[in-house]
């Protein structure tokens, strides 16, 4: 899931940098979204994982 953040906030930049502010806007939404997505599942794996040990 962070692969795919980074891949489309690199798309963001790209695209930012060639003046394509719609795209960049929407990759940067995508990639905003998939790293929240990402930390939400890292914390609940890290609150389990801690809670399994206990």
Known sequence: M???A???LLIA????ALGFG???GASAGI???LF???LVLL???LIMYFM???
């Open 6 to 8: 980074l891949i489309f």
């Open 13 to 16: 930049v790209v695209a930012g």
């Open 31 to 33: 990639a905003q979204i």
């Open 22 to 24: 719609g795209i960049a």
């Open 2 to 4: 962070l692969y795919w």
């Open 43 to 45: 914390i609940g794996s």
């Open 52 to 54: 399994r040990r206990a």
């Open 36 to 38: 929240v997505v990402f």
